[in-house]
């Protein structure tokens, strides 16, 4: 499967601009062969909202205008799509990715880790497992933004089979060693393709930074922006390679498999909760 990630920014409260684009990009990257393609975290919304009512007003249900709209334009296209996107659930607001294809709604994902940041001020935190889902044969995770400093996270969708893990991100300044470092280790710890699609622009006196990135199961770039400008990264995704977790580098001698070589009885700690208060959430 070859994928895009489409770096690109956004207009804050506009769905209707935000769709358009993503009918332009899911057009162009069709036309180059892809049949996956990634956009950024809140991409239909915009991420600065300054009120949960504010937020609230631009949310959607999942069978809304933005995962119809995907729908036909997957349909059309014969490809997939992951985009963000703010959904509302009751009184509760979530900051969540689609996974759409020509048949409509393969699955979602609400973010669970919670920065003090835009709208996950508002936002509740997600509430459902890390799942895997499957698209076209490939085996897909979702993560957002934040969510990626978190290795457990990227570690439970490696043990429950995915081959690519998918990060749509509005990383603002302060985080480009996010880019630079932690897609490339979140790849090679889980032997999985890692995407990162960020976006760029600024909004509400927040500027966002770009620096998207797509590596390997050995933790290789294989494509980035090193930049805060509009671009689109692509990469193939060979299952084969992300599935075949022992690597043999001398025969007999060195071989490594990162998952057979795990010991969960010595990380308890890990799940521990922790004592400390959070500044902003927690007062």
Request: aromatic share 8%; net charge negative.
């Amino acid at each position: 499967m070859q994928i895009s990630c489409v770096q690109t920014d956004v207009q804050i409260a506009d769905p209707v601009a935000n769709r358009a684009a993503m009918a332009k990009f899911i057009a162009a990257e069709a036309q180059q062969g892809s049949r996956l393609v990634v956009f950024p975290e809140c991409f239909i919304t915009g991420y600065c909202f300054d009120s949960l009512e504010e937020a609230m007003q631009q949310a959607e249900l999942m069978d809304g205008d933005s995962v119809q709209h995907a729908t036909e334009l997957c349909r059309t296209h014969d490809c997939f799509t992951v985009f963000g996107m703010l959904e509302k659930d009751g009184s509760r607001l979530f900051n969540v990715v689609a996974l759409v294809g020509p048949n409509g709604l393969i699955g979602s994902y609400r973010k669970v880790h919670l920065p003090w940041l835009g709208v996950d001020r508002f936002t509740t935190p997600g509430d459902r497992p890390f799942e895997v889902f499957e698209a076209d044969g490939v085996r897909i995770g979702m993560l957002i933004c934040y969510d990626g400093g978190f290795p457990e996270a990227s570690r439970v969708l490696g043990i429950r089979g995915a081959d690519i893990i998918l990060l749509p991100t509005n990383w603002p300044p302060g985080a480009e060693y996010m880019s630079a470092f932690s897609c490339n280790s979140r790849a090679m710890e889980n032997g999985v393709y890692f995407a990162a699609a960020n976006r760029v622009g600024k909004e509400r006196g927040f500027s966002f930074i770009g620096r998207s990135r797509i590596c390997d199961p050995i933790g290789a770039t294989l494509d980035t922006a090193d930049h805060a400008s509009e671009a689109v990264l692509r990469a193939t995704i060979d299952v084969e390679k992300a599935r075949k977790k022992r690597l043999d580098r001398v025969p007999g001698k060195h071989s490594i498999d990162r998952m057979a070589d795990r010991r969960p009885d010595m990380y308890g700690p890990v799940c521990e909760p922790h004592s400390l208060a959070r500044p902003g959430r927690d007062e």
